[in-house]
Nanobody, 121 residues
Framework: VQLQASGGGLVQAGGSLRLSCAPS????????MGWFRQAPGKEREFVGR????????YYADSVKGRFTISRSNPENTVYLQMNSLKAEDTAVYYC???????????????WGQGTQVTVSS
C-alpha cells in the first residue's frame, strides 16, 4: 500500500486545517492509520491514530481537544482536522500505516510523503 498525504499550508494561529491521507488500496481490519509530525531540528513525534474498522482514536496530550482524526470508508481516506492551531504545531505532517495499535514510529510500515503545516503567530 502507498499513502498520499495532502492538505497542508499556511494558516494563522487560532485557525484550522484539514489534512487527508489516502491509501492506494482498501485497508483491512487490523490497520491503524497514524499521524506524526516533525518540526525543524526535532525528532518525529506521534500526533494521533485511528483504527480503520472501529474508528477508535487516540491522541497525544499536546493535541488532545484540538485535533480530530476521522476516516471515510467510501472515500478510503483518513483525515486530521486541526483546530485552534498554534505556532508550535508548525511541522511536516506524515501519515503512516501500522497493523498494530501503537504510538511507536518503528511499528508503522508505510509512510506518506509528508505535508507542510506552517502556523504564523
Amino acid at each position: 500500500v502507498q499513502l498520499q498525504a495532502s492538505g497542508g499550508g499556511l494558516v494563522q494561529a487560532g485557525g484550522s486545517l484539514r489534512l487527508s491521507c489516502a491509501p492506494s488500496k482498501r485497508l483491512f481490519s487490523r490497520s491503524t492509520m497514524g499521524w506524526f509530525r516533525q518540526a525543524p531540528g526535532k525528532e518525529r513525534e506521534f500526533v494521533g491514530r485511528i483504527r480503520w474498522v472501529s474508528g477508535s482514536t487516540y491522541y497525544a496530550d499536546s493535541v488532545k481537544g484540538r485535533f480530530t482524526i476521522s476516516r471515510s470508508n467510501p472515500e478510503n481516506t483518513v483525515y486530521l482536522q486541526m483546530n485552534s492551531l498554534k505556532a508550535e504545531d508548525t511541522a511536516v505532517y506524515y501519515c503512516g500505516h501500522s497493523t498494530g495499535w501503537t504510538t511507536r514510529e518503528s511499528e508503522y510500515d508505510v509512510w506518506g510523503q509528508g505535508t507542510q503545516v506552517t502556523v504564523s503567530s
